[in-house]
């Protein structure tokens, strides 16, 4: 069998973007090892097809000392186990991975599931990390045996006009992918309540305080039947996360219900008739966004790389600018206004979903690269 090192930055990320690719990994005769950073205890016995460890990698940074022991470890982990190909996920595995492979002359595949904050940055130290990331990856990605994966076409164009990998080491995947049995719609035809929703980790950039802004305005300024519901984790290493107390403040003033962290998101959306994501922030396809077509919701998102890769305009939801809650507020009241028009969204959010989005794809993309490595 093959041997494949997979490494994602976080266990929580890991379980919900790329588990699937994982667990098929006995049975396309591929011995995956899944290194990742632990939030949690994990029993070996809840997943089957590979395994699971604590990767030598941590998700934030804890200072020079700590981050060089950590790549020394890692160095030395490859090195003894020398897999056949090594998968990384997320920048930090993929420039600590990157590197050792470039040394070992192990192939290599980097999933860019959005080229992240550090390609957006606000300060001199941030600019001068992204020039650093850069070069790192300019000097990763020149390798003859290293292919990169990305979500959106924004991101493809970055990484080909900026030099930093060639066009045709670049494989594209429409996103994570979704399991289209396990998200259905569920609408309650008899309800005239209209439901919005929007589902995110808890961060200023995931477009919050835009989303709750907006949801007070319509519900002082006009007479819809609706209810407004924001779910979603606390993100205490992400650097612009929001605290629960701002959170709560926001919702409570502007009447919408915070429902926290929550583990049956795909029975929210299922009941769910129109799904907000005003997000700017530097990712690949949010998952949620595909989710959301899955269960038959009408989308409103923001004209961003990513977000407006997963609907299309007009048809399956609605564009809006980036930090501009009043543009919301006005494309959620005219969306309100036309009970037939989000209904007609969300029925063709499905049809997109099962068009282009299913799990089933994602996969075949990944196990393709992998045995082409093999064959070489």
């Not at 005769?29 to 990698?57: N, W």
């Not at 922030?281 to 077509?293: D, F, N, Q, R, T």
């Not at 494309?331 to 049809?351: A, C």
Request: with cysteine; proline share 4%.
């Amino acid at each position: 069998m093959t041997k494949i090192f997979m490494f994602v930055n976080v266990d929580w990320f890991f379980l919900s973007h790329r588990l699937p690719i994982a667990k098929v990994a006995a049975d396309k005769e591929v011995d995956m090892t899944v290194f990742t950073d632990f939030t949690r205890a994990h029993k070996k016995e809840c997943y089957t097809g590979f395994s699971l460890l604590q990767s030598p990698i941590r998700r934030t940074y804890s200072g020079f000392y700590s981050s060089c022991m950590e790549f020394f470890k890692l160095f030395v982990l490859i090195r003894r186990e020398r897999p056949a190909i090594i998968h990384a996920v997320t920048v930090k595995p993929i420039i600590f991975l990157g590197i050792v492979c470039f040394v070992l002359r192990i192939p290599f595949i980097a999933s860019i599931s959005g080229l992240g904050p550090a390609f957006l940055p606000t300060s001199y130290w941030g600019k001068a990390r992204l020039l650093i990331i850069k070069s790192l990856y300019r000097l990763i990605f020149s390798s003859e045996k290293t292919r990169v994966i990305c979500q959106n076409a924004n991101d493809a164009s970055v990484l080909i006009d900026q030099s930093l990998v060639m066009r045709e080491k670049i494989a594209m995947a429409e996103g994570s992918g979704i399991d289209l049995q396990k998200y259905q719609p569920k609408k309650n035809a008899e309800s005239d309540l209209i439901t919005i929703l929007m589902a995110s980790r808890m961060l200023g950039s995931k477009g919050v305080r835009e989303f709750c802004a907006a949801a007070g305005v319509i519900q002082t300024k006009y007479d819809f039947h609706v209810n407004f519901s924001l779910a979603g984790p606390v993100d205490f290493d992400s650097p612009d996360f929001l605290d629960e107390d701002e959170i709560v403040e926001m919702c409570e003033s502007n009447k919408v219900q915070f429902l926290g962290s929550r583990s049956d998101l795909k029975d929210l959306l299922a009941k769910t008739d129109i799904f907000v994501l005003p997000s700017y922030y530097a990712e690949g396809i949010p998952k949620v966004l595909l989710e959301a077509a899955a269960c038959g919701c009408a989308v409103i998102t923001t004209d961003h790389p990513g977000c407006r890769d997963a609907i299309v305009s007009g048809e399956t939801g609605m564009l809006v600018p980036p930090k501009d809650s009043t543009a919301l507020e006005n494309t959620l009241s005219y969306l309100l206004s036309d009970r037939g028009l989000i209904k007609s969204m969300g029925k063709s959010g499905r049809q997109l979903a099962v068009q282009k989005f299913c799990i089933t794809k994602v996969i075949d993309i990944h196990y393709s690269l992998y045995q082409a490595f093999v064959k070489r």
